[in-house]
């Protein structure tokens, strides 16, 4: 298996733009996992889905963050408008059963918002 | 609410030094997971190791080992012999498990930098 797998893998916008982020889950894994990292925040939990159902977007900062898992191999995670505190590097990660089991981590999409 | 404590935020030691990262837990659960992961440069998250909660044996892997003491709610990783590919940042993280609660909470990371 090729991992999971996320697009872009470096994104470049200006502020106010809409931006989609991408993310491929290792197949047959039903645990899909949306992490941002900051230097202020470090990593943070923003959604994750079960059987593409989301189960907890308490970490999602705003209204302008959406993310929506269409299938079990696909997910996007969408900021609109972007902001300039919107950059950071946004990981998506997968995990079989729950995340008690490790979960298998992207290489990350670095999102800069000018 | 579960948080994890990583107090080095930064490391150096010499090739071919031992070096111990500590991590610190808080949880209300009888029932978690902890983990620790690797930042190499390039970015990736690498999975290294899970212990369950009623599993405090130390474990070894090669250079790696961990020790987990449920009595003062740590779960520190030495590295013997360390080497400059070691060179990372390690990440902590804790996964209580309840219902559909289960996810990850990191550690800020300990940045390690082996020299030659």
């Known amino acids: 298996d090729a991992g999971v797998i996320q697009s872009p893998r470096h994104e470049v916008t200006e502020m106010g733009q809409e931006v989609t982020l991408r993310c491929k889950p290792i197949?047959?894994?039903?645990?899909l996992f949306w992490y941002r990292q900051t230097m202020m925040r470090g990593l943070e939990l923003l959604i994750y889905f079960n059987n593409n159902v989301p189960i907890d977007d308490s970490g999602m900062p705003e209204d302008r963050f959406s993310a929506k898992m269409p299938n079990a191999s696909f997910s996007t995670l969408k900021i609109q408008p972007s902001e300039p505190r919107d950059s950071a590097v946004y990981f998506c990660a997968s995990s079989f059963f729950q995340a008690t089991l490790e979960a298998f981590f992207g290489q990350g999409t670095r999102l800069t918002v000018v | 609410a579960q948080k994890v404590t990583q107090a080095q935020t930064e490391i150096s030691v010499v090739e071919k030094e031992d070096v111990t990262l500590d991590c610190v837990y808080e949880?209300?659960?009888?029932?978690?997971?902890l983990f620790w992961y690797k930042q190499p440069p390039s970015g990736e998250l690498v999975f290294l190791i899970r212990?369950?909660?009623?599993?405090?044996q130390n474990e070894i892997s090669g250079r790696y080992s961990w020790n987990f003491q449920k009595s003062t709610s740590s779960f520190n990783f030495t590295i013997t012999a360390s080497q400059v590919v070691d060179s990372a940042v390690y990440f902590c993280?804790?996964?209580?498990?309840?219902?559909?609660?289960?996810?990850?909470?990191f550690g800020t990371g300990t940045r390690l930098q082996v020299t030659l």
């Open positions: 993280a804790l996964s209580e498990v309840g219902g559909t609660a289960s996810k990850l909470t």
């Open positions: 949880t209300r659960d009888t029932t978690y997971y």
């Open positions: 212990r369950n909660s009623f599993d405090e």
């Open positions: 197949s047959g894994h039903d645990y």
